[in-house]
């Protein structure tokens, strides 16, 4: 006899569990991921036979159990959560929620088991997270203590589910609280009164003596490590890596590179490693008067580098006599310097940074093959974690990767396990302010987070130009303009910073200011990419339909890819070259089936020949296989569907 599959309506709490980094274990090891499986059914069944649970099924990994009490089950997924710290590679997120289901003999089913489902992959490794229903439950009990998460977006829910996390019974904290900490700390200082005005300062790229490749990425670290420390001083303007580097081998004269970048005091310097020492020779210019100030020598073992760091920065703020507030010697009181490293790791740690920030798809890839291998050489470095979380992001949102629950994983994986190493480390609350906007789709959090690593970091240009960018996506026009000038300020010689600037006139929809700036920029890199891109966009916003498509020929040639192709498209059928427009729809089909994209751009090019009714059909084939409308954010709201958001249809869509 067949069993009903509606079954006996219940109300009960429902839990989900899964092995975080599963797959990759699997495909290093499959016998031993075998037996970790084995290992969780023979040591978890008991526990949760204890706490009068059932266990449901199991689900490769994964597992999915049931309990009448809510109090029973947040105990049991506390018990678990303590044995698993002693198992290696039994690392496990957890979901409560309580909700309506239809229950039969071996399943059950219904909207909350979803909701439960979505819940478990916003839980920290190691952690529970539960749903408001499960809070409200524990609101009574002192000896629980939450923190709300936010309210992400999940795939196949309609509603807005408030998601907390357990902070209490020693599991861990997720980034928010992290947050609330830092700036208890913070609040408990002493106000210093007005703000002084900046001193300006830029540090040059350190001459590597030994002229071997490897010392090479360590001098151009060493620096990149100098600059990012000093500008955690909030009265200091420190000139960005990318600016400074303009200035490696050059033979420019102390005054005039002080002129070029608006600065008060430059700082040069040459490292040298050797047999597990480092020798490195620092000197602080007036620049303006090309005088020195003071120069100094540091020699250490190896694995005690970090050390000079702290020093050196110590000694130019005295050099300069520019006075730390209490708040500037917290940031500066970091953990990170006193310790010891792996130069190995840390060699790595500095090639995987480097190659990142260089932002094309192939240094991307090697930056995070290096920074992996960091993390396996010294676990406990926070920033590699961090770098790893930043690096993913980014690619991402690059379009160079797939943007799912499984890469989300990994992004809140490696920037927690670095805030738990070190809750201070700015970079991984900017990845996460990144994984919240491209991802959840929230970006009230993303804000929040992106204002959080600025105020860890006030003079890191990168954190600062990506809060700008969240702060024009969200339509803060005003605030977003101030912190891109303030990133132009810290990285003057810096493209991607014009760049930005150009991305909030657009995101404003100023589109003549967006076609002047890209333009200048054009003359100083006449092959960039997205400002060929943003010109012709541009161009479309204000009917330039012709000029739009002839800033498109060059791209078409060289550098063709999804976007440029959908927009072409879109752009023939809006002159009304629907036969040219459907080629583009046959060729988008054929050369791209496995992106993300697809859907979308179908959708695009059939919403410029005004065909409704198809271009809903292939958003809706996005939306049920993402849960969402995948679409390329980093053009904010989008004009080109200003027509179909009129439609009543558009309401059903999850486009963000």
Same mark, same amino acid.
């Given at each position: 006899?067949?069993e009903n599959?509606r079954?006996?309506?219940k109300?009960?709490?429902?839990?989900?569990?899964?092995?975080?980094?599963f797959?990759e274990l699997t495909s290093k090891d499959?016998?031993?991921?075998?037996?970790?499986?084995e290992?969780?059914?023979?040591?978890?069944k008991p526990?949760?036979?204890?706490?009068?649970?059932t266990?449901?099924?199991e689900?490769?990994d994964?597992l999915?159990?049931?309990?009448?009490?809510?109090?029973?089950?947040v105990n049991?997924?506390?018990?678990i959560?303590?044995?698993s710290k002693?198992?290696?590679?039994l690392?496990?997120?957890i979901?409560?929620?309580?909700g309506?289901v239809?229950?039969?003999?071996n399943d059950?089913?219904g909207?909350d088991?979803?909701i439960?489902s979505?819940?478990e992959t916003?839980?920290?490794v190691?952690?529970i997270?539960?749903? !408001?229903?499960v809070e409200l439950?524990?609101?009574?009990?002192?000896? =629980?203590q939450?923190?709300?998460?936010?309210?992400p977006m999940?795939?196949?829910?309609s509603?807005?589910? @408030?998601?907390f996390?357990?902070i209490?019974?020693d599991?861990p904290?997720?980034a928010l609280?992290?947050?609330?900490?830092?700036l208890?700390q $913070?609040?408990?200082?002493?106000e210093?009164g007005?703000k002084?005005?900046q001193?300006?300062?830029?540090v040059?790229?350190?001459?590597?003596?030994?002229?071997?490749q490897?010392?090479e990425? $360590?001098?151009?670290?060493?620096?990149?490590?100098i600059i990012?420390?000093?500008s955690?001083?909030d009265?200091l303007?420190v000139i960005s890596?990318?600016?400074?580097?303009h200035y490696?081998?050059?033979d420019?004269?102390?005054p !005039?590179?002080?002129d070029e970048?608006k600065?008060? =005091?430059?700082?040069e310097g040459?490292?040298?490693a050797?047999?597990?020492?480092?020798?490195i020779?620092?000197?602080?210019?007036d620049?303006?008067?090309?005088?020195?100030?003071w120069?100094?020598v =540091?020699e250490r073992?190896?694995?005690?580098v970090?050390?000079?760091?702290r020093e050196?920065?110590e000694?130019i703020?005295?050099g300069?006599?520019?006075k730390?507030t209490?708040?500037?010697?917290?940031?500066?009181?970091q953990?990170?310097?006193s310790?010891?490293?792996?130069p190995e790791?840390?060699?790595?740690?500095l090639?995987?940074?480097?190659a990142?920030q260089r @932002?094309?798809?192939e240094s991307?890839n090697?930056a995070q093959?290096?920074l992996q291998k960091?993390i396996?050489l010294?676990?406990?470095?926070?920033p590699?974690?961090a770098?790893?979380?930043?690096?993913?992001?980014l690619?991402?949102? $690059?379009g160079?990767?797939t943007?799912n629950?499984?890469?989300?994983?990994?992004?809140?994986g490696?920037a927690?396990q670095?805030?738990?190493?070190?809750?201070s480390?700015?970079?991984?609350?900017?990845a996460?302010?990144?994984?919240?906007e491209?991802?959840?789709?929230?970006q009230?959090?993303a804000?929040?987070l992106?204002?959080h690593a600025?105020?860890?970091n006030p003079g890191?240009?990168?954190s600062?130009q990506?809060h700008?960018f969240i702060?024009?996506?969200?339509?803060?026009f005003e605030?977003?303009i101030q912190k891109? !000038?303030?990133?132009i300020?810290?990285?003057p010689?810096?493209?991607?910073a014009q760049?930005g600037?150009a991305?909030?006139?657009f995101y404003?929809e100023?589109?003549?200011?967006?076609?002047e700036?890209?333009r200048g920029?054009?003359?100083l890199?006449?092959?960039?990419?997205l400002?060929?891109?943003?010109?012709s966009?541009?161009?479309?916003?204000?009917d330039?339909?012709?000029?739009?498509?002839?800033e498109?020929?060059?791209?078409?040639?060289?550098q063709?890819?999804?976007?440029?192709?959908?927009h072409q498209?879109?752009i023939?059928a809006?002159?009304?070259?629907n036969?040219s427009?459907?080629?583009?729809?046959?060729r988008i089909q054929?050369?791209?089936?496995n992106d993300?994209l697809?859907?979308?751009s179908?959708?695009?090019?059939?919403?410029g020949?005004g065909?409704?009714?198809?271009?809903?059909n292939?958003l809706? @084939?996005?939306q049920e @296989? =993402?849960?969402f409308?995948?679409?390329?954010?980093?053009?904010?709201?989008? $004009?080109r569907?200003k027509?179909?958001?009129k439609?009543?249809?558009f309401?059903?869509l999850i486009?963000?």
């Amino acid at each position: 006899m067949k069993e009903n599959i509606r079954g006996d309506r219940k109300l009960i709490a429902i839990v989900f569990t899964d092995i975080a980094g599963f797959t990759e274990l699997t495909s290093k090891d499959e016998d031993g991921a075998l037996e970790l499986v084995e290992y969780q059914r023979d040591t978890l069944k008991p526990i949760v036979d204890k706490y009068s649970g059932t266990w449901l099924k199991e689900m490769g990994d994964g597992l999915l159990l049931t309990f009448d009490a809510v109090i029973n089950a947040v105990n049991c997924c506390i018990e678990i959560q303590r044995m698993s710290k002693e198992v290696e590679g039994l690392n496990l997120r957890i979901s409560v929620h309580v909700g309506e289901v239809f229950q039969t003999k071996n399943d059950i089913y219904g909207d909350d088991v979803n909701i439960a489902s979505r819940i478990e992959t916003y839980s920290p490794v190691g952690g529970i997270a539960i749903s !408001e229903s499960v809070e409200l439950s524990l609101q009574r009990k002192a000896e =629980y203590q939450t923190v709300c998460i936010g309210s992400p977006m999940l795939k196949g829910v309609s509603r807005e589910i @408030k998601i907390f996390t357990i902070i209490s019974h020693d599991l861990p904290k997720p980034a928010l609280q992290h947050i609330e900490d830092n700036l208890v700390q $913070f609040e408990a200082l002493p106000e210093t009164g007005a703000k002084e005005i900046q001193t300006s300062i830029a540090v040059l790229p350190f001459i590597n003596i030994s002229g071997k490749q490897d010392d090479e990425f $360590f001098a151009d670290g060493m620096t990149d490590a100098i600059i990012t420390n000093l500008s955690k001083v909030d009265s200091l303007r420190v000139i960005s890596r990318t600016s400074a580097m303009h200035y490696k081998n050059t033979d420019k004269r102390v005054p !005039e590179i002080a002129d070029e970048l608006k600065v008060d =005091y430059l700082v040069e310097g040459s490292i040298i490693a050797y047999l597990g020492q480092v020798q490195i020779n620092v000197n602080l210019l007036d620049a303006k008067m090309d005088q020195q100030i003071w120069s100094n020598v =540091y020699e250490r073992d190896l694995q005690k580098v970090l050390s000079i760091l702290r020093e050196v920065s110590e000694e130019i703020m005295d050099g300069i006599k520019s006075k730390l507030t209490p708040q500037d010697k917290l940031r500066l009181q970091q953990p990170e310097l006193s310790r010891s490293i792996n130069p190995e790791a840390y060699r790595l740690y500095l090639k995987g940074r480097q190659a990142r920030q260089r @932002k094309d798809q192939e240094s991307m890839n090697q930056a995070q093959g290096y920074l992996q291998k960091s993390i396996e050489l010294d676990p406990t470095h926070a920033p590699s974690y961090a770098e790893i979380a930043l690096n993913q992001i980014l690619m991402g949102a $690059f379009g160079y990767i797939t943007i799912n629950s499984r890469l989300r994983e990994t992004i809140f994986g490696h920037a927690e396990q670095a805030l738990n190493l070190n809750s201070s480390t700015s970079e991984a609350y900017t990845a996460l302010a990144l994984a919240a906007e491209f991802i959840d789709h929230d970006q009230e959090q993303a804000e929040k987070l992106a204002q959080h690593a600025v105020v860890l970091n006030p003079g890191n240009s990168e954190s600062i130009q990506e809060h700008a960018f969240i702060l024009g996506r969200m339509g803060k026009f005003e605030s977003s303009i101030q912190k891109m !000038e303030m990133t132009i300020s810290l990285d003057p010689l810096s493209i991607p910073a014009q760049n930005g600037l150009a991305y909030i006139f657009f995101y404003q929809e100023e589109y003549h200011s967006t076609i002047e700036k890209m333009r200048g920029l054009l003359e100083l890199d006449p092959s960039h990419y997205l400002a060929k891109l943003m010109i012709s966009l541009s161009l479309t916003a204000l009917d330039n339909y012709e000029h739009a498509l002839m800033e498109l020929d060059s791209l078409s040639q060289t550098q063709a890819n999804i976007n440029t192709i959908s927009h072409q498209g879109y752009i023939l059928a809006k002159m009304e070259q629907n036969d040219s427009a459907n080629q583009i729809i046959s060729r988008i089909q054929q050369d791209y089936q496995n992106d993300p994209l697809l859907e979308f751009s179908v959708a695009l090019v059939y919403a410029g020949m005004g065909e409704k009714d198809l271009s809903f059909n292939w958003l809706n @084939k996005s939306q049920e @296989k =993402y849960g969402f409308i995948y679409r390329d954010k980093t053009i904010g709201e989008d $004009f080109r569907m200003k027509e179909l958001k009129k439609d009543l249809r558009f309401k059903n869509l999850i486009y963000t």
